[in-house]
């Protein structure tokens, strides 16, 4: 069964920091993966995908991603934060044997920027 | 590009009403997945079309729930007998087909939904 696991409800950064969401993931075989933003009242955003290729994926609104094989991780990052980051973050993967449909999400972390 | 859209936006409705939801996909997107999202939480995948065949369902969807996309284009989400426990947002998202998985799906505003 895939799962994802969001292991921080909040992360809280200054503004001009860099920060890191974390993000772990349980499939059978290779996953697609994928980060989501959602401000409040608002449907979710796509920030970013990894299918294959170069582990580093680049994203929207200078945010990046990276895919770790082994730790069966995929942490999104931003050299410098942003007070507008501040928001809710998704991670979610979908199995590459699975029926291609279906996107298993996490729980969500609730990024907090303080000026 | 116009983006996805969800009528109504917001529903209040008593337990036990009947209620209906309306989802626009980007035009050329022939995918079409409903979700529903309770506070605190993320989407939970409940259905999936494929143009106007609907290839997946969630055991989320109990038989309250049905979903239809007769022509291909909008989507409707209907819940029988509304139960409180069916308050949440309910988002819709269309992807256009590409190599199995790798679509990415873009998301509506999301209708929220009020059962007293």
């Known amino acids: 069964a895939q799962s994802v696991a969001q292991p921080e409800d909040q992360v809280n950064v200054a503004e001009g920091n860099p920060l890191t969401v974390k993000c772990t993931y349980s499939v059978s075989g290779n996953p697609y993966l994928f980060w989501y933003v959602q401000y409040p009242n608002r449907g979710l955003q796509f920030l970013l995908k990894y299918i294959t290729g170069d582990n580093l994926v680049k994203g929207s609104y200078g945010f990046e991603a990276e895919f770790n094989k082994s730790q069966t991780s995929f942490h999104l990052k931003k050299p410098s934060a942003l007070v507008s980051d501040s928001a809710l973050y998704f991670c979610?993967?979908?199995?590459?044997?699975?029926?291609?449909?279906?996107?298993?999400f996490g729980s969500g972390t609730r990024l907090s920027i303080r000026p | 590009d116009t983006g996805v859209s969800q009528n109504p936006r917001h529903k209040i409705t008593k337990r036990g009403q009947n209620v209906t939801f309306r989802c626009d996909p980007i035009s050329e997107h022939n995918r079409l997945y409903w979700y529903r999202q309770t506070l605190g939480q993320g989407p939970e995948f409940l259905t999936y079309f494929q143009n106007e065949a609907q290839l997946e369902k969630s055991r989320l969807l109990s038989d309250r729930f049905s979903a239809e996309r007769p022509k291909g284009s909008f989507s409707t989400l209907e819940i029988q007998r509304t139960e409180q426990g069916d308050s949440a947002m309910y988002l819709c998202a269309s992807s256009l087909d590409q190599l199995a998985g790798t679509d990415t799906q873009y998301f509506g505003p999301g209708t929220r939904l009020t059962v007293l």
């Open positions: 979610a993967v979908r199995g590459r044997d699975s029926s291609a449909s279906k996107i298993i």
